[in-house]
């Protein structure tokens, strides 16, 4: 990755089930926050997975936020890191910037994420967290639910992205998936993409 400030857009493209109504396409854009929390160890992940289960995912679902996901690497020789994602969607820029303040008025999750919220600085839950805020391509305003059928634990997903040298070169990338008609090839080739996204803020591609 480089260091400098990039202009960068990213693809998702993940297999999973997501409940989205039939108009989904005819609605206002989403805008997504990709979380990457970085592990130095199974007890690290033991803490964000717990967390997660029993007080921030129950807590996105009482402030309106659903299909939300949550994704781990699959470890192999040369992939050894510890590292959770979560995606999230957002209807509007406003609920991505007031859910913090409603986080902290949620009693039910100040209760169930006490360990976590209050952890000690030498006992940390995690090393750092990363968070890329995008939104949504002009050809895929809304995510889209895959047609793959199957098990969950037996799907595999993929995160793509790329980064441009060039303001300009960027901006012919992302008019390549909207008007030069990527998005819709992709569509006809079954890539069952969910969502296509240009990051708005973010220091580097979150892999």
């Known amino acids: 990755m480089k260091n400098s400030i990039q202009s960068s857009l990213i ?3 993940l297999i999973f ?3 989205l109504s ?3 396409q005819n609605q206002e854009k989403q805008f997504y926050q990709l979380k990457t929390y970085f592990l130095k160890d199974g007890n690290q992940e033991k803490v964000v997975d717990t967390y997660l289960k029993n007080a921030y995912l129950p807590a996105l679902k009482r402030a309106g936020i659903e299909n939300v996901g949550v994704f781990k690497l699959i470890p192999t020789e040369e992939i050894t890191d510890l590292k959770i994602y979560i995606l ?3 209807s509007s820029i406003e609920q991505f910037l007031t859910l913090d303040d409603m986080l902290a008025q949620d009693k039910s999750y100040l209760s169930a994420g006490d360990s976590y919220i209050h952890a000690k600085h030498d006992n940390a839950p995690y090393e750092r967290i990363n968070s890329t805020l995008m939104k949504a391509f002009p050809e895929m305003p809304m995510m889209e ?3 793959i059928e199957g098990p969950r634990k037996e799907r ?3 995160l793509r992205s790329y980064e441009s040298a060039t303001e300009a070169i960027y901006q012919n990338k992302v008019d390549m998936f909207n008007a030069g008609g990527e998005v ?3 569509d006809s080739l079954g890539f069952n993409a969910v969502f296509y996204a240009e990051v708005l803020s973010g220091n580097v591609c979150p892999t």
């Open 22 to 24: 039939a108009n989904a």
């Open 11 to 13: 693809t998702f493209i």
């Open 17 to 19: 089930a997501v409940a």
């Open 145 to 147: 639910a895959s047609k």
């Open 156 to 158: 595999v997903y993929e």
């Open 184 to 186: 819709t090839l992709f």
């Open 88 to 90: 999230l969607p957002f």
